[in-house]
């Protein structure tokens, strides 16, 4: 069983930016962020997998992700923050190998974190 922590999130105004942070409390092969606005689906905005980084293709330039290994920790740089960024993001993991898009992909979920961009 993996537990995850997510924090980071926050109000910031339109072109600012937030870095998430999301702690595993176990080894994982892969973490990912999505986020869900509401009334719509929760979309896949990034993920780390075996060492190689994915994104979302309208996210990617704006948002990147890392981890440090030594933390079981991954973060996701939000830059260039726009309105329609705003949802409540979530991180979430898996320990095996796989595809990393979707969320049914992944066993572990973290409670999920609020960022909302003013205009």
């Known amino acids: 069983q993996v537990q995850l922590v997510e924090s980071g999130g926050g109000l910031v105004q339109a072109g600012g930016s937030l870095r998430l942070s999301c702690a595993a409390s176990?080894?994982?092969?892969?973490m990912g962020w999505f986020r869900q606005a509401p009334g719509k689906e929760r979309e896949f905005a990034a993920a780390?997998?075996?060492?190689?980084?994915f994104y979302a293709a309208s996210l990617k330039g704006r948002f990147t992700i890392s981890r440090d290994n030594a933390k079981n920790t991954v973060y996701l740089q939000m830059n260039s923050l726009k309105p329609e960024d705003t949802a409540v993001y979530y991180c979430?993991?898996?320990?095996?190998?796989?595809?990393?898009?979707?969320?049914?992909?992944?066993?572990?979920w973290g409670q999920g974190t609020q960022v909302t961009v003013s205009s």
């Open positions: 979430a993991a898996n320990i095996r190998a796989g595809v990393v898009s979707r969320p049914s992909d992944y066993p572990y």
């Open positions: 176990g080894r994982t092969f892969a």
């Open positions: 780390w997998s075996g060492g190689g980084t």
